[in-house]
């Protein structure tokens, strides 16, 4: 049996104590075996989580003075963080797993890719159930018009230090849905409405267009609905609303009379990440796992939503991928 890959965690935020331990723990492929957070209270917290002996460390630099006892990074710390530390991990042959969004621009992207494949980025929502069930009802070819919709209440997660506008910090994840999902890239961004806790954005596709929808203080909802050229539904998922709010807490108040500790639902398709992550590092295939390339593509799409806006709407073009623009 192949050894189980060991991760170091850099960043002991919400999303490695709801997300990445648990996730991990699901996994027969990862073992998380160190952690790094400058917070001595968040490390020595997560270090306990993870248990068997992870040691922790003040960053990824001292951490990785110890890169023997890890094989790859997890790297879920603010976006500004995350080339200097894929570059330390890279520099000692070591894989990054970068989570979203990858950087704070399409340049910062463009830098990450240029390290190479040993470089992936933390789209999870291509390993949830239900998106990849509307990938497989869509048709191989044909026009598609997408509408996507994520909204959450920051309350509801508490991050510790980040507290980045709702373009950096939901719309990444719509604009990776929508390559994905389509199979085709974001030619141009037309911002519809943008503002630090919405936006509305309408991107022309290769294969047709997508409306994206992001908001936070919001109820928690996900939708995809996706029509074809004749304007039938080809295939949708819902999830959350008001609703699914109200189930949410019944089954909450479920667990906590049973005395049960449900881990957090991205949980699940984290760990579909983490097994995708291990089988990229042990034979370079990425399967569906997000490369460097999908975060510069992500990026670009943002960057041109905050020119779109500026401009009053207008569409911008979403520049050739290939190269930075200067």
């Not at 000692?92 to 830098?111: Q, S, Y």
């Not at 959350?240 to 949980?267: E, F, I, K, M």
Request: a negative charge; one cysteine or more.
């Amino acid at each position: 049996m192949t050894a189980a890959l060991r991760l170091g965690l850099v960043g002991c935020g919400r999303l490695a104590e709801q997300g990445y331990v648990p996730a991990a723990a699901r996994s027969a492929a990862v073992q998380i075996v160190a952690v790094a957070d400058p917070d001595p209270t968040r490390r020595g917290a997560v270090a306990a989580l993870v248990g068997g002996g992870a040691s922790a460390h003040a960053d990824a630099a001292s951490l990785l003075d110890d890169a023997d006892s890890v094989d790859a990074l997890v790297l879920a710390t603010p976006a500004a963080h995350h080339l200097a530390d894929a570059e330390r991990a890279v520099v000692r042959g070591l894989h990054v797993l970068v989570e979203k969004p990858p950087a704070p621009d399409a340049l910062g992207a463009h830098a990450l890719a240029a390290l190479g494949d040993r470089v992936r980025v933390g789209f999870n929502r291509r390993f949830d159930a239900a998106a990849i069930d509307v990938r497989r009802r869509l048709p191989a070819s044909g026009p598609l018009d997408l509408a996507l919709t994520l909204t959450y209440r920051r309350a509801s997660w508490s991050a510790h230090t980040v507290r980045d506008d709702v373009v950096l910090d939901l719309v990444p994840h719509l604009v990776d849905w929508a390559r994905w999902l389509s199979g085709s890239d974001v030619l141009s961004v037309a911002t519809e409405e943008l503002a630090p806790d919405r936006a509305v954005l309408g991107l022309r596709l290769g294969r047709g267009r997508a409306t994206v929808t992001a908001a936070a203080d919001r109820l928690h909802e996900e939708r995809i609905v996706v029509r074809g050229a004749g304007g039938a539904v080809l295939a949708e998922h819902r999830a959350g609303g008001p609703l699914g709010a109200v189930t949410g807490r019944a089954q909450s108040v479920l667990v906590r009379l049973r005395g049960v500790d449900a881990p957090h639902p991205l949980a699940e398709s984290l760990a579909a990440q983490l097994d995708a992550f291990a089988a990229a590092v042990r034979s370079g295939d990425p399967g569906e796992l997000a490369t460097a390339a999908d975060g510069v593509a992500a990026m670009a799409a943002v960057d041109a939503a905050r020119t779109s806006a500026a401009a009053g709407g207008a569409a911008v073009p979403v520049h050739d991928l290939r190269e930075p623009t200067c």
